[in-house]
């Protein structure tokens, strides 16, 4: 990577607006994200640079977001006044809000009070996204989560009476832990989800779960099949949710419009430490440490081949299971492949992980569990 950053190595991005709290109160026994616990200083500090940021990064005077993300971490853990700086920071960059179309918020049951859901609720085009992850209390102490059942359940009954649009985030292939299914099946009848997203569990390097796996107290969740896969599926599908993407579902009219113009893919601007940024064939990713990205250090800067960005295109639009993969668009932005890229194609259909109808290539649903696989055997 390159670290010669200039603003002007960005070329007008407007698609989607990302905004990274890099808060947490607690660090999951799972998770290998950056985060760090929230002080008073230290959130202060965020919201100044990140007032800065935003001056540098977005191009004035007329930029056109169609959507905002303000994703972490848990962007409610920095209580409400903080939040509301945050909100403020971003709306002077909402000139045309009727080009809004969808404004969401993370958050984690546990941090969300009455009073922040009916602050949120006043925000135009407003989508909140909750991390549920489980449906029980031993599971989410397998996971290591901080929230209860009983803050779950708090946390959806003040949801769901003030804000229309709710999507909740789900962890499967949990260790020792029986199929998400059945719980979700009983959740999504209880309350009007329109959105679920719902991804098998990785382990990441120096987590208390690596830890409990090599040592045996914990079976290797990659040792789990897909069948939970294929469970969940089938309940969503059955209460009426769309699986569009390989780990999303949403009820018609709901996918997430944010995450779509990544997979398409658009071009966004990502504030905040971690956070990406990407236009053309540019990608700039700030430092993923608050106190250095705090100091101004410069994004790393990338220029993807196009042999990348060919690679990224095929495996985005493959991981959209209704849209697909357009052979004639991808011929228009790549050109014509070599004759092996067609054979392996063919090779894929016959063997039952692709269907082809005229131009759209899209997944199996014997290919979906070897997914990357499929994938990869496309890359060049
Ligand atoms: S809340 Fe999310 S980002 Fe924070 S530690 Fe848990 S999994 Fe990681």
């Given at each position: 990577m390159n670290h010669n950053f200039a603003a002007e190595n960005l070329p007008t991005a407007e698609g989607g607006l990302y905004v990274h709290v890099?808060?947490?109160?607690?660090?999951?026994?799972?998770?290998?994200?950056?985060?760090?616990?929230?002080?008073?200083?230290?959130?202060?500090?965020?919201?100044?640079?990140?007032?800065g940021e935003a001056g540098e990064r977005i191009h004035?005077?007329?930029?056109k977001f169609t959507t905002v993300f303000v994703g972490g971490g848990n962007p409610t853990c920095i209580g409400l006044e903080k939040l509301k700086r945050l909100v403020d920071i971003i709306m002077p960059y909402l000139p045309d809000k009727s080009a809004l179309q969808e404004w969401t918020f993370e958050s984690n049951p546990e941090t969300l009070t009455s009073e922040m859901v009916d602050f949120l609720a006043t925000l135009p085009s407003i989508r909140l996204s909750i991390g549920i992850q489980r449906l029980n209390d031993h599971e989410l102490s397998v996971l290591g989560r901080r929230a209860s059942m009983d803050a779950v359940?708090?946390?959806m009954d003040m949801v769901f009476s003030r804000v229309q649009n709710v999507g909740g985030d789900f962890i499967m292939g949990v260790p020792g832990c029986p199929s998400l299914a059945g719980d979700l099946h009983n959740l999504v009848e209880k309350y009007p989800f329109n959105h679920v997203s719902a991804y098998f569990l990785t382990v990441e390097e120096n987590t208390p779960m690596q830890r409990a796996v090599v040592s045996g107290l914990l079976p290797d969740p990659a040792d789990i099949d897909a069948t939970e896969l294929y469970e969940t599926r089938d309940v969503l599908v059955a209460s009426g949710f769309e699986h569009y993407e390989i780990s999303n579902y949403a009820r018609p009219g709901f996918r997430c419009r944010h995450n779509l113009n990544y997979w398409r893919p658009g071009s966004y601007i990502g504030l905040g430490p971690a956070a990406v940024s990407s236009a053309d064939d540019i990608r700039l990713s700030n430092v993923a440490d608050l106190s250095r990205w705090l100091t101004n250090e410069a994004p790393a800067l990338e220029k993807l081949s196009q042999k990348d960005r060919r690679n990224e295109h095929l495996m985005l639009r493959l991981r959209?299971?209704?849209?697909?993969?357009d052979i004639v668009d991808f011929e228009r932005h790549f050109g014509r492949q070599a004759d092996e890229f067609y054979a392996t194609l063919s090779g894929q259909i016959d063997s039952g992980n692709l269907l082809r109808y005229d131009s759209l290539v899209r997944l199996t649903d014997q290919g979906l569990r070897i997914a990357d696989e499929v994938m990869a055997s496309l890359f060049i």
């Open positions: 890099p808060f947490c109160l607690h660090k999951c026994d799972y998770c290998g994200f950056y985060s760090e616990v929230p002080g008073q200083s230290s959130v202060d500090c965020y919201l100044t640079r990140l007032t004035l005077p007329h930029p359940n708090r946390a959209l299971l209704l849209d697909g993969l």
